[in-house]
Each structure stands twice: as C-alpha cells, then as structure tokens.
C-alpha cells in the first residue's frame, strides 16, 4: 500500500474585522455621546436664565462674590452687567443734578416717619434702621428672595404663552437697589409701542397682563417709567419724547390695573424720555425705548414698642 501525501493546511486567523464585536463597542459609545448632546441641548432650551445663573452658581467658587443683575437675549448676554451699571450711573447723575420737589421731599419725611427715624437738630439721624440692622439684612434678605421667585414666574409664564413666548429676549429683569426691575425692550423691526404714540402692540399688551398676574402677588409698591431713545422727537400738538415716554408710561399703568394691578400700589409714573438709556454709548438704539416697572423695596416695620 502506497504512502498517502500528508496534507497541512494553514488557517490565518484575522482579529477585529468585519466579523468582530469591536466595532459595536465604539458605535455604542458614539450613540451615547449623541444621546447625552441632544439632552444637553434640550435642557439648555428649556431653562430660564434664572435657572441657567443657579446652575452657573451652584459650580461657581465659593470665595467668587454673586451678582443678583443678568440680562436677556436683546443684549446678547455680553455686556448687561457693564450696561445695568452704566445706566444706574447715569440714573443717579439724573436725579441728582434734578432739584428735589415738594411733593418728594414730603414723601421722604412721610417714610422716615413711618419707619421710625428722625433727624437730630446737628442733621445726624436716629434712623431704627442704624439701630437694627440684622432686621434691615433679613428683610432685604427676604425681598430678594421673593424678587428671584418673581422673576422665575414671569420668565415661565411667558414661555409657556405661545403668542408671546418669542418675546422672552425683549423682558429683562433684575434686581436694582430700588428692587426687582422688569424692562420691556424694543428690538429693531419688534417694537412695544406704535411708532410715534402711546398705541401698545397686541403682545405688548399680553406681556403686561402676563406680568400683571404675577406681581399682584407680592405687596410691593409699583413704579412704572417710560424710556425713549436720544433722537429728538417732534409729534402733534408739540409732543416731545418727553410726553410720549409719561403717555407710554401712563398706558402702561392702565393696563396692568385692568389686569388686576391695586391702583393703591402705584407709586409713581414717570416719562424719563431719553435722559437714562440703557445703552449710554449708543442713544439712538432701539434698544433704549422700553417701558419699566419695578417692584419697589420696601422697609422693615418699626420694632414693637418704638414710640414716634
């Protein structure tokens, strides 16, 4: 019998490839790093600046102080803090060079009264405030509390309203040393009022009464101011931007009563017309027409058995 030929075969083994499981590891990794970016962005549409600014917070060093002023989108987010101190400069400049009314200088007696101060005849003051000051801390302490609760409020009521939910860039609000400030802002080719007159916008209106529903909330005394831009205005019957600001201003007013606003909770309104822009480099943006409203803070009661 014949010797068979041995035959030898050699198999080539191939790891990976299109046989093997590696790929399905680096596909998975990819979906869920697609997964987690759409979440990302998804929330990122969904919160309010206020939230955005307690995330930002809540990482943000201890030993970094807090800011209570932020801005919406008709800024681009970039200079609101700068902007807000600017105008708060010019604001102050304002009523400074302005001399002081009677009926202000009556009302500033009035609340010292009321609060349990009185001036010495040296000119030195027995204000309970600079006597009590943990009682002045907790009740700011308070206030901004509420104030950043409010501004929560409002920031969702107007993304949940979809007739007025694209304007939630043009309502800006944040706290001043008068207390919680909310500003309706033109933006070019989106204004809050006709051109020329007091005539708000449809959704101008629905802003007001969405903020109306809100603020009625909190005691707090209402001042209402209307702004416009720098450009010399000239209209019927000799208006200036002066007039129309106090008209804007005015109509305002009337609209939040309509929606429930206390008309005993109007403090005051005012036509600032052009002399505190929001914007000081630039006097003639848009936007520096806006019409403001902010809940004024209000002092601590006097301590019990404090007499007059």
């Not at 919680?180 to 209106?205: E, K």
Request: without cysteine; charged residues 20%; glycine residues 10%.
């Amino acid at each position: 019998m014949a010797d068979q030929p041995i035959i030898i075969k050699r198999i080539k083994r191939i790891e990976g490839g299109h046989h093997s499981g590696a790929w399905k590891v680096a596909y998975a990794d990819f979906v869920t790093a697609m997964m987690a970016f759409f979440l990302l962005m998804w929330l990122i549409n969904t919160t309010t600046p206020e939230q955005k600014r307690g995330i930002a917070d809540y990482f943000a060093p201890q030993s970094i102080s807090q800011t209570v002023s932020g801005s919406g989108g008709v800024l681009g987010g970039r200079v609101m803090g700068q902007e807000t101190a600017r105008a708060g400069g010019s604001m102050a400049m304002f009523q400074k060079n302005s001399p002081p009314s009677k009926n202000t200088a009556e009302k500033s007696a009035q609340a010292g009264v009321s609060q349990g101060g009185a001036t010495n005849a040296d000119g030195t003051s027995n204000d309970s405030q600079a006597n009590n000051p943990d009682g002045q801390n907790t009740t700011n302490s308070t206030q901004n509390g509420d104030f950043a609760h409010a501004a929560e409020a409002i920031h969702q009521a107007i993304a949940d309203n979809p007739d007025i939910s694209a304007l939630s860039k043009q309502v800006v609000v944040d706290q001043t040393p008068e207390g919680m400030r909310i500003q309706l802002v033109d933006q070019d080719g989106r204004p809050m009022f006709q051109q020329g007159t007091a005539a708000p916008m449809p959704y101008t209106r629905k802003l007001l009464e969405t903020i109306a529903k809100v603020i009625d909330r909190l005691p707090n005394r209402v001042s209402i101011a209307g702004h416009t831009e720098g450009k010399v205005f000239s209209g019927p019957n000799g208006m200036t931007n002066w007039e129309l600001s106090a008209q804007r201003a005015n109509v305002g007013r009337a609209i939040l009563a309509a929606a429930g606003l206390s008309s005993d909770r109007v403090y005051e309104v005012a036509g600032k017309a052009g002399s505190e822009p929001l914007l000081p480099e630039d006097p003639n943006a848009s936007a520096n027409r806006r019409l403001s409203i902010t809940l004024m803070r209000e002092a601590p009661p006097a301590p019990i058995g404090q007499h007059l």
